[in-house]
């Protein structure tokens, strides 16, 4: 079976850009939550999508956004990138979060420049 | 919010001894509180978790413990192994089960 898949695993992109990440949850799963990563922080909560809905989002501005497809593959943008932004954005997938483990991807290395 | 505060931030162990690490979490409506393992370069792995229905749990060498009133939970890594060496998460299930918020994490280093 296959694990959770995040694409691309890097990306450099410049201040003022966006950029979307993509990732595909285990088959059959139908949750996907998005998190950032960094030294200073830990894992921060983004948003939660379940069945193509957002059922939980977390404390970043709205620059930071995300959708699900109605086969469960998940993306998130970041519009107008800032320097802080810059770290490894994991996504996690699970039958349904309420009942059931997450398993995470290998993640995305987003370097702003 | 739902906070969850991790202790220690780094622990140095000699092989074969035991490493315990501790969180507290805020919000007593979470109910689910898994262990995740992230190795350098790595994604994190689940590695052990608990319900609020039950105070303990054991996977050979590893051993959660749950304290609802208290509202903390640890983990126990018995015989410690180099492999063991990683970044150590705890999280808790928050806002009607759909979020996890994590610890900020313990770096365990086992020398040999």
């Known amino acids: 079976k296959a694990g959770v898949t995040q694409t691309p695993r890097y990306l450099i992109k410049t201040r003022g850009q966006q950029v979307t990440l993509s990732c595909s949850p285990i088959s059959g799963h139908r949750s996907v939550s998005w998190y950032q990563q960094t030294p200073g922080q830990g894992l921060q909560f983004l948003f939660e999508y379940f069945s193509e809905t957002q059922r939980n989002k977390g404390n970043f501005p709205g620059r930071f956004s995300g959708r699900q497809f109605s086969n469960s593959r998940s993306e998130m943008n970041v519009s107008t990138l800032e320097l802080g932004d810059s770290a490894l954005y994991l996504c996690?997938?699970?039958?349904?979060?309420?009942?059931?483990?997450?398993?995470f991807g290998q993640g995305t290395r987003l370097t702003v420049v | 919010g739902e906070n969850v505060e991790q202790h220690p931030s780094t622990l140095s162990v000699q092989e074969g001894d035991s490493a315990v690490i501790k969180c507290t979490y805020s919000d007593s409506a979470s109910n689910y509180f898994p262990w995740y393992k992230q190795e350098l370069g790595k994604r994190p792995q689940l590695i052990i978790d608990?319900?609020?229905?039950?105070g303990e749990k054991k996977d050979q060498r590893i051993a959660v413990t749950l304290n609802k009133t208290a509202k903390h939970f640890s983990l126990h890594i018995t015989e410690t192994q180099p492999e063991d060496s990683a970044v150590y998460f705890c999280a808790a299930l928050h806002q009607a089960g759909t979020a996890l918020i994590f610890g900020k994490g313990t770096t365990l280093s086992v020398s040999s």
């Open positions: 996690a997938s699970s039958w349904d979060t309420r009942t059931t483990e997450a398993f």
């Open positions: 608990i319900r609020s229905n039950v």
